[in-house]
T-cell receptor, first 119, second 112 residues
Framework: EAEVAQSPRYKITEKSQAVAFWCDPI?????LYWYRQILGQGPELLVQ????????DSQLPKDRFSAERLKGVDSTLKIQPAELGDSAMYLC?????????????????FGPGTRLTVT | LAKTTQPISMDSYEGQEVNITCSHN???????ITWYQQFPSQGPRFIIQ???TKVTNEVASLFIPADRKSSTLSLPRVSLSDTAVYYCLVGVYGGATNKLIFGTGTLLAVQP
């Protein structure tokens, strides 16, 4: 069964350092999502791509976070500089192409996540 | 952003039916309601999705009233392995595009 790949699985970094996460979605999935999940809370959408275009990044802290999906396949999420409050699980998910105006309504397949600890 | 709320936790015994409700007052007209299961240190896993009335698959049922402001996930005859956190996911009105909002999550603890 095809899976969403993420790396690294774990990352420890000091505050003010830069950190990057990588995601490879399931082949053929046009929609890619990055979520942040703080321990004990539900995932919070940071950015959603449709192919290489950003659909929603309203919850992305743009002063320090950036995301790209240059060729519409894999994606990178970057934080610079990292802050203590960024410690969380960063989840990537993908879904098959949507139809019409219903975006985000399709079954999302999640990767295993990257656990970030900022010290 | 509008909150999507769920009970914090529920307890059950093996073999019982469990119903978990999600409240989503600001759900977008054109969006589905999706439920996910999450085990510790793993990404959420899809359970079921619906738009209105009732949907059933091999693992769960989803009940959605006519106003779609809430939904209920029904797990028949739970087992110990169903102990996990369950989340609803909906799209809510957020300007130009709908915003995807996960619920607050319900920790289901199944006991022998």
């Amino acid at each position: 069964e095809a899976e969403v790949a993420q790396s690294p699985r774990y990352k420890i970094t000091e505050k003010s350092q830069a950190v990057a996460f990588w995601c490879d979605p399931i082949s053929g999935h046009a929609t890619l999502y990055w979520y942040r999940q703080i321990l004990g809370q539900g995932p919070e959408l940071l950015v959603q791509f449709q192919d290489e275009s950003v659909v929603d990044d309203s919850q992305l802290p743009k002063d320090r976070f950036s995301a790209e999906r240059l060729k519409g396949v894999d994606s990178t999420l970057k934080i610079q500089p990292a802050e203590l409050g960024d410690s969380a699980m960063y989840l990537c998910a993908s879904s098959a192409p949507g139809q019409g105006a219903i975006l985000g309504s399709y079954e999302q397949y999640f990767g295993p996540g990257t656990r970030l600890t900022v010290t | 952003l509008a909150k999507t709320t769920q009970p914090i936790s529920m307890d059950s015994y093996e073999g019982q039916e469990v119903n978990i409700t999600c409240s989503h007052n600001n759900i977008a007209t054109n969006d589905y309601i999706t439920w996910y299961q999450q085990f510790p240190s793993q990404g959420p896993r899809f359970i079921i999705q619906g738009y209105k009335t009732k949907v059933t698959n091999e693992v769960a049922s989803l009940f959605i009233p006519a106003d779609r402001k809430s939904s209920t996930l029904s797990l028949p005859r739970v087992s110990l392995s169903d102990t996990a956190v369950y989340y609803c996911l909906v799209g809510v009105y957020g300007g130009a595009t709908n915003k995807l909002i996960f619920g607050t999550g319900t920790l289901l603890a199944v006991q022998p």
